[in-house]
């Protein structure tokens, strides 16, 4: 995140810094804390850390932490009135994860800014906007300071809008920021929050995705939003955020505030930060260059910070001592999160035991550890301070305050030209696109007062078709184009597997003339499919069958010229042994094994095609006579939806089980026929063969 850093000091962060994350535990109750004098920067201490997991946990458990040397920044934008800053008021108080440390709040004019103290999570809550786009003053203040409080960039953004339909206001409002303040690349790190979310939703992650799809196709607003989120429910994070409980419903209210916290920590270990980059303006990078030294201080204090407590995790007699009656804080957070009674805490070694060649001196050591990790804080507290006064410094700059005036008039100039432009002809096939327009040169120095909008914008409901154009054209700047993928199996798929165990003669014999030129007519069918499948995008063949099956049968279909394995080389056609150790037909595995190998075998695949961008849309045709690859095809898929902008595409057809040659053979020539729609199909499909004839394409 922070580009000052030298090289050797980023590889230490990502060796050696703690999954840490952090939530006040001041007095102040959770809320805003008032900016005291000029430089209106106020550190409170006491906070708490989020404990990473530890390693001894199973790998479920483990996909749940944040990755070692993690650093992410999120910033919630939105209207006011949504429930903003209650959340994030909620996600930076103590009871927020549930875990003991420390972590630094400070706030600017127009930013509440927490941090855990070792850096790994910082939350940044805007000050919320009146309905529309706000006026110059309100951007200004926004721009200069949610640039100065985050001069690494952003990792996440949270737009905020209450449960319901979305207002031309809201919409205007997202746009603005996206596309005119920021820039449209931060699509791929924007994600949408619906608070206030009723609880049936909340309890169902399906229910929650069918919500989100179903409100994008009624709600012209939504839709809009949905466009501009990648088309992809996992970018949607319903929550309610109650206040805090009083009197009987204590215990209802608590549970919907920790889900609030889970459902937020899970997005940001969710969040693909290997593939995504922090979004920065010119601006934070300006003020980047403007505070590397002290950037560079900070981090390294912090980087300490985390190296002291992990000492003292893997050193029991270093860390306080657990009362017979007192969880671990992993245990607190992994009862908290998992819903399961904590464990017991580990029993503390014994001083003989940790004293080792050094016999005192590493007792002494041991015993030091609490002092030097006080010591640390403190040091990352002063490191705070001095990049807090220097960021003031920059705030105050005059050459700072001139770049940020500039940004801002260009900003509205710009979204008050498209507007304009495309009320005159919205509806125009042959204008160009909004993004496609230069910008005049007259509005480029003189900004027009928001008042000029045509009134046909700001009229209820007719400014949606505009939007939509927008819209559009930010999220077709975010897609990469790539193939489909298109994935086989072999056995009585593409191999007739059951007619020939049931018809071919033993090893050792030779098929009859009638059964080598059925075999013979069977693989040109296979051959057309796989050309005409390779013609439509990429193709891999996944089976469950090991490398010995897979070259006997492809030789005896291959009676003729054509060899089989020899096209699959021509059409690059790579095939991946799912489970080699198992028989052909791999009869022994059970249902959850198959699945499994499938799964792990597949990913390999959409790794290959997709696992390089975000911006690279998953569409994938799966193939198959067993539930096991449609299965695991939906899972892989399913799981790939947090880790993607776009929405991705999974389309299953399922043929019919233990099929003769005959069957097979016209089983094949269905898909030849029906491919070209297959492909062409912009939603998710699980189908049988025999359906195909039926959906009028």
């Known amino acids: 995140m922070l580009g000052w850093l030298p090289s050797a ?32 920067i106020r550190f409170v201490e006491g906070l708490e850390e989020l404990t990473h997991i530890d390693a001894a946990l199973d790998s479920e458990n483990n996909r749940w932490t944040l990755p070692v040397g993690c650093r992410l920044t999120a910033l919630f934008l939105g209207p006011a009135g949504t429930g903003k800053t209650s959340l994030w008021n909620l996600l930076s108080s103590k009871d927020a994860f549930g875990a003991d440390g420390r972590g630094q709040s400070h706030t600017f004019p127009a930013v509440q800014r927490w941090q855990s103290s070792d850096g790994s999570l910082c939350l940044m809550d805007a000050v919320g906007f009146a309905k529309g786009v706000p006026s110059s003053e309100e951007v200004s203040q926004f721009l200069a300071n949610t640039c100065l409080s985050a001069p690494g960039g952003f990792s996440m953004i949270f737009y905020v809008v209450k449960f319901g339909t979305i207002s031309e206001e809201s919409l205007s409002l997202l746009i603005f920021l996206t596309k005119y303040v920021f820039e449209a690349s931060c699509l791929l790190n924007l994600y949408i929050v619906v608070t206030h979310a009723p609880s049936e939703l909340l309890l169902h992650p399906s229910a929650a995705t069918a919500w989100v799809q179903s409100q994008a196709e009624k709600d012209p607003g939504f839709k809009q939003v949905y466009t501009l989120a990648g088309r992809n429910p996992a970018r949607f994070i319903l929550v309610d955020t109650p206040p805090k409980p009083a009197g009987r419903r204590v215990r209802d209210v608590e549970e919907k505030r920790k889900n609030t916290a889970r459902s937020f920590f ?26 590397k030294v002290q950037g560079r201080t900070l981090l390294e204090t912090q980087l300490e910070v985390a190296r002291l407590r992990g000492e003292m995790r893997r050193r029991p007699y270093g860390r306080k001592v657990l009362d017979h009656n007192e969880d671990s804080p992993t245990a607190i957070y992994q009862a908290q999160l998992w819903n399961i009674p904590t464990a017991k805490p580990p029993q503390p070694v014994l001083p003989s035991a940790l004293a080792g060649a050094d016999g005192e001196g590493n007792l002494k050591e041991e015993r030091d550890l609490p002092s030097r990790l006080e010591k640390a804080e403190a040091a990352v507290l002063a490191a705070h301070e001095a990049l807090g006064k220097r960021l003031m410094e920059v705030l105050r700059a005059a050459i700072y305050q001139d770049q940020v005036a500039v940004l801002v008039q260009r900003s509205h100039t710009r979204f008050l030209e498209d507007l304009r432009s495309a009320s005159v002809a919205p509806h125009s096939p042959g204008r160009a696109t909004l993004s496609q327009r230069g910008t005049s040169q007259t509005l480029l120095h003189s900004l027009k007062p928001l008042g000029e909008v045509p009134p046909k914008i700001k009229d209820s409901g007719t400014g949606f078709p505009v939007f939509a154009e927008i819209a559009a054209g930010m999220a077709a700047a975010n897609v990469e184009d790539r193939l489909p993928c298109l994935i086989f199996d072999w056995d009585d798929t593409l191999c007739p597997t059951w007619w020939m165990r049931s018809t071919l003669p033993q090893a050792g014999q030779e098929a009859s003339p009638t059964q080598v030129v059925k075999l013979a007519l069977h693989a040109g069918r296979v051959e057309q499919v796989l050309r005409a499948a390779r013609s439509f995008g990429s193709v891999d063949i996944v089976t469950l069958a090991n490398r010995q099956w897979l070259e006997q049968t492809s030789r005896y279909m291959s009676p003729g ?40 075998a597949m990913a390999n695949v959409l790794e290959k095609y997709y696992g390089d961008s975000i911006k690279a849309r998953v569409h994938v045709l799966s193939f198959g006579d067993q539930d096991a690859e449609a299965t695991a095809i939906q899972e892989l898929v399913k799981d790939t939806w947090a880790t993607s902008w776009q929405r991705p595409l999974c389309k299953v057809i399922r043929l019919p089980q233990d099929p003769d040659l005959q069957d097979l053979g016209k089983s094949l020539q269905k898909i030849l026929t029906y491919l070209p729609a297959l492909v062409r199909a912009e939603n998710d499909l699980d189908l049988p063969l025999s359906r195909l004839d039926t959906m009028g394409w």
Do not use: M, W
């Open 561 to 600: 010229n054509l060899d089989l394995l020899g096209l699959f080389d021509e059409l690059q056609i790579q095939v991946h042994h799912a489970y080699s150790r198992t028989s052909p037909k791999a009869a022994a595995l059970s249902p959850s094994t198959a699945i499994q190998a499938k799964k792990d």
């Open 266 to 291: 899970h997005a940001f270990c969710d969040h693909p930060s290997g593939i995504v980059a922090d979004f920065t303006t010119p601006l934070t990078r300006e003020v980047q260059d403007q505070v």
């Open 9 to 40: 000091l980023a590889r230490a962060v990502a060796d050696q810094a703690e999954v840490l994350g952090a939530s006040c535990a001041c007095h102040c109750d959770g809320h805003h804390h008032d900016v005291d004098g000029e430089d209106a």
